[in-house]
Structure formats: C-alpha cells, structure tokens
C-alpha cells in the first residue's frame, strides 16, 4: 500500500462523526484502527471493512474509554497490530438525558462527566506516551461540542473536555506533538434520533442548513496532516456560524 501516511486510531467510531472520520482519514492515507463498545461491534466490523475496500489496513478495538486500562491496552493493542501510532481522535462521547439542569440525576452527570471529560483525558494520555515513545511526533485531537464554547445543559462536561486540550500541548510540544480540539454545532448523526430541535437549529443557522458528518472529518483532516504542524492548543468550532468565537 502506498503513500502510508501513518495510522490513526479512533475512538466513537461505530456511527456518526467517527465514523465519517475513520474513513476520511483512510482515503488520506491513513491505516485506521477504530473503536467503539461492544454493542457496536458489528457497525464497527462493516467499517472496518469499507477502510480496507479503500486499500487501507484497519482493526476493531472494543473498549470503554472511561476505563484507564482498557485505553491503555486498546492503544497497546492499536501499536501491536499496525506497528505505531500517529494520530489519535478522541471522538468518543455520549449525550446526557434531555432534561433541565434541576431535573439531572447524579448519576447520569458522573457517566456524561466520565465518558466525555475522563475518558478525553485517558485517549491523549496514552497516545501521548506511545508517540513519546515513537519520537516522531505526532497528532491528537479530541472532538468537543458547542455545548463546550456556549452554555446548555450538560455544558460543564463538554467545558471539561474542550479545555483538558489546553494543559497537553504545554507538555508533548516540546515533542512535536500538536493536540487540539474540533468544537462541532448541530450534526445531523443518528446521536441525535431525530430531535424536533433539528428544523429549529438549521432556521437559526446563517447558513440554513445542519451539519453533515463529514464537515467535521474535513477538519480532522487538515488537523492530521503536516500542514496544520504549528497549530496546538487550539479548539476550532466548526458550527455554520450558530455561535460566533
């Protein structure tokens, strides 16, 4: 296989953004490893397979990345399969319930809190120590929200996980190791189910329409590549100006 940019491995990848992410940086060149948890083993297995049809090794990593060991191991198991580790995306993440602030449970808080801040938090730390390893540099970007840069339900683990990218970059740049975040508006995924929000967000959109999967991917995209190497510490909203920085 030629023109092998290296391998990414992606986390959340089952569905949605990941999904689009995992084959947008296949058809770059990349050898994509992709994870989700176990009751999404088979979504993961028809990727896996759409990766190779476009001429690029890929694997399946079931894991819970709220879970230290189980990201340690799924980055160890990523770097016996394909040999290294360039690029992590830390897409991982799920929804808290649709309710008002009052009305969420302490323990639905701790699991958003653990998959989207924590589980962030365990992705760039053990990418950080394999491209440490490596000594060539490398790329992490973790997928945030709106809800990071724009106050709504659940926003204090979205908050979390978009700044956890400004403490990293301090550290693994003297590395050559760039980690920066990718701030999404509304994406029309299946995460959402068919919210009755969604007519309502593309209206107050300036651009009139909701985001696509893919918008997102073109951005990991140029985020991965050498042509973004002296951008770090950055979380870049990609929301059809809904929100304006």
Not at 4 to 16: R, S
Not at 128 to 145: E, H, L, Y
Not at 150 to 162: D, I, K, V, Y
Not at 226 to 243: A, D, H, V, Y
Request: include cysteine; aromatic fraction near 4%.
């Amino acid at each position: 296989m030629s023109n092998n940019k290296g391998v990414a491995l992606v986390t959340g990848a089952a569905q949605g953004i990941g999904r689009a992410i995992a084959l947008r940086l296949a058809e770059d060149g990349f050898d994509v490893a992709v994870n989700d948890v176990s009751s999404k083993s088979e979504n993961l297995d028809t990727l896996v397979e759409e990766i190779q049809k476009k001429g690029r090794a890929s694997s399946k990593h079931i894991a819970d990345v709220s879970q230290d060991q189980q990201v340690q191991t799924l980055v160890e198991e990523v770097v016996k399969n394909h040999g290294s580790l360039d690029v992590m995306v830390a897409n991982a993440a799920i929804l808290g319930a649709p309710v008002p602030f009052i009305e969420v449970t302490a323990e639905d808080w701790d699991q958003v809190l653990a998959v989207n801040a924590r589980g962030a938090f365990l992705c760039y730390k053990y990418a950080g120590i394999q491209m440490i390893k490596q000594g060539r540099g490398g790329r992490i970007i973790g997928i945030s929200s709106l809800a990071g840069k724009q106050g709504t339900e659940f926003a204090l683990g979205s908050h979390n996980r978009a700044q956890s990218v400004h403490w990293p970059p301090v550290e693994l740049g003297a590395h050559q190791i760039t980690v920066n975040a990718v701030a999404p508006g509304v994406i029309d995924t299946p995460l959402l189910g068919g919210s009755p929000l969604l007519e309502q967000m593309k209206q107050a959109s300036p651009l009139k329409r909701l985001g696509l999967p893919e918008d997102i991917a073109s951005l990991v995209s140029f985020l991965a590549s050498k042509e973004s190497q002296f951008i770090t510490g950055q979380t870049i909203s990609s929301n059809g100006g809904l929100f304006f920085d």
